[in-house]
């Protein structure tokens, strides 16, 4: 299965650490944009194998880095 993560928050520097520590375990972001005062990411990887288990990993990056905004698709 393939997922599609959404990240949104005030903080760029916040958003630009989980994209880093996503990217060292084999996300792809696609895109890193602003809105006023608002900045949003997407990443996305393949091969995921749970929904429940993908939830639970990312769930821990967004507590841990009082991530605002998280959403997710799996295909």
């Given at each position: 299965?393939?997922?599609?993560?959404?990240?949104?928050s005030?903080?760029?520097?916040?958003?630009?650490?989980?994209?880093?520590?996503?990217?060292?375990?084999?996300?792809?972001?696609?895109?890193?944009?602003?809105?006023?005062?608002?900045?949003?990411?997407k990443?996305?990887?393949?091969?995921?194998?749970?929904?429940?288990?993908?939830?639970?990993?990312?769930?821990?990056?967004?507590?841990?880095?009082?991530?605002?905004?998280?959403?997710?698709?799996i295909?």
């Amino acid at each position: 299965m393939k997922v599609s993560h959404t990240f949104k928050s005030p903080e760029r520097e916040k958003l630009e650490i989980v994209s880093g520590l996503l990217q060292q375990a084999g996300y792809k972001v696609s895109k890193l944009s602003s809105q006023p005062e608002l900045f949003r990411m997407k990443v996305g990887r393949e091969g995921v194998e749970t929904e429940a288990g993908e939830r639970q990993r990312i769930q821990g990056l967004v507590d841990h880095f009082e991530i605002e905004y998280w959403s997710y698709t799996i295909h």
